[in-house]
């Protein structure tokens, strides 16, 4: 059964320092998105590819954050310098978008905690 | 913003019953989609429904959309325990090309054996 993998699934750090998330999108799939996740916010749309270019990255902090896809099987997720309100759990997904009826392949996301 | 908000917050129901959420949303849409969340996992696709459907089935779930009140709701018939996670409704936008979703808060389910 392919799935989205997402590595690490924790990690813990003390503040300032840089936070790489990786996410391996299902074979085949044309869209990627990061979603952060957190009590108060919920579920919040952070950036997406199709064909590994950025269509949007509104909802990231561009100071601190970015995202990348280096090749179709591997999109980054960096933050640098991390602040504790970024602790959240990441989600990575994936879907094959033909038309505007597509669901979404969800990874098991990267619990961060920032110190 | 075009998330949908899902409602209750929280349910908590007996194995046996049946569990309705609802989810309301504020722009017009192409689909909305149900998702599952089981504590410490990522999102699982349950359903989606066109904009041009009223009501749609799968397995125990059934889902309706009304369009002209914009809201929608997913009943799981005959609860189980392992029907116990968070529910949430995402939408897209009509004329999004893109194929962002937005999504809710989620709607807490536990049901009791």
């Known amino acids: 059964d392919a799935r989205v993998t997402q590595t690490p699934r924790h990690k813990v750090t003390e503040m300032g320092q840089e936070v790489t998330m990786r996410c391996q999108p299902i074979?085949?799939?044309?869209?990627v998105f990061w979603y952060r996740q957190t009590m108060m916010q919920g579920l919040e749309l952070l950036a997406y590819f199709r064909n590994r270019a950025p269509l949007d990255d509104s909802g990231m902090p561009k100071d601190r954050f970015s995202a990348e896809m280096p090749d179709a099987t591997l999109a980054t997720l960096k933050i640098q310098p991390s602040e504790p309100r970024d602790s959240a759990v990441y989600f990575c997904a994936s879907g094959l978008y033909r038309d505007n009826n597509s669901p979404l392949h969800f990874g098991n996301g990267t619990r961060l905690t920032v110190t | 913003s075009q998330q949908g908000e899902e409602d209750p917050q929280a349910l908590s129901i007996q194995e046996g019953e049946n569990a309705t959420m609802n989810c309301s949303y504020k722009t017009s849409i192409n689909n909305l989609q149900w998702y599952r969340q089981n504590s410490g996992r990522g999102l699982v696709h349950l359903i989606l429904?066109?904009?041009?459907?009223r009501e749609k089935h799968s397995g125990r779930l059934r889902v309706t959309l009304d369009t002209s009140k914009k809201s929608s709701s997913l009943l799981i018939t005959a609860s189980r325990a392992a029907d116990t996670a968070s529910y949430f409704c995402a939408t897209d936008g009509r004329g999004s090309t893109l194929g962002r979703l937005y999504f809710g808060r989620g709607t807490q389910l536990t049901v009791w054996p």
């Open positions: 429904i066109r904009s041009n459907e």
């Open positions: 074979l085949g799939h044309n869209t």
